[in-house]
């Protein structure tokens, strides 16, 4: 209840500060339904998307997310995600990040492919997602979630 408590005062504190968010994006098979930043209860803070699926494959598909590294943006963090035929949406997550900067985009690449080794592309799906706290807020993120925000 507290993490739902906190994400609900940075959303409100985020729409009072006038950020804008990325919009979400179309693409041939997925749309972005929701995309943003989550505080971790053990520590650091993580990206947080979830997706419909507008064209399915007659199987499987096997999606790998590259989330941009706020420490380096050379060295994407990385997920796979297998998304069963029928499936009508997904949610993914980042490993956790413990430094971040403040009022940034970061972009989430996504490449769908039809096989298990990952050797058949069928599309991809790009998302920024913003990164945006009141300057106020960044010595109570860093003390109760251990992250540095600059």
């Given at each position: 209840?507290?993490?739902?408590?906190?994400?609900?005062?940075?959303?409100?504190?985020?729409?009072?500060?006038?950020?804008?968010?990325?919009?979400?994006i179309?693409?041939?098979?997925?749309?972005?339904?929701?995309?943003?930043?989550?505080?971790?209860?053990?520590?650091?803070?993580?990206?947080?998307?979830?997706?419909?699926?507008?064209?399915?494959?007659?199987?499987?598909?096997?999606?790998?997310?590259?989330?941009?590294?706020?420490?380096?943006?050379?060295?994407?963090?990385?997920?796979?995600?297998?998304?069963q035929?029928?499936?009508?949406?997904?949610?993914?997550?980042?490993?956790?990040?413990?430094?971040?900067?403040?009022?940034?985009?970061?972009?989430?690449?996504?490449?769908?492919?039809?096989?298990?080794?990952?050797?058949?592309?069928?599309?991809?799906?790009?998302?920024?997602?913003?990164?945006?706290?009141?300057?106020?807020?960044?010595?109570?993120?860093?003390?109760?979630?251990?992250?540095?925000?600059?």
């Amino acid at each position: 209840m507290r993490q739902i408590t906190l994400l609900f005062s940075l959303l409100l504190a985020t729409l009072a500060h006038g950020t804008s968010t990325p919009d979400p994006i179309k693409s041939e098979y997925l749309v972005s339904t929701s995309a943003g930043f989550m505080f971790d209860p053990d520590g650091g803070a993580y990206y947080a998307l979830s997706f419909d699926v507008l064209k399915s494959l007659p199987g499987t598909l096997y999606v790998i997310v590259e989330f941009e590294n706020p420490v380096d943006a050379a060295k994407p963090m990385t997920t796979e995600i297998q998304v069963q035929h029928g499936k009508s949406s997904f949610q993914t997550r980042s490993p956790s990040v413990h430094e971040i900067k403040n009022k940034q985009r970061y972009r989430v690449n996504l490449k769908l492919y039809a096989d298990a080794a990952c050797t058949q592309l069928v599309g991809t799906h790009h998302q920024d997602v913003l990164f945006d706290i009141p300057r106020q807020m960044k010595s109570q993120l860093a003390a109760q979630f251990g992250v540095t925000i600059k």
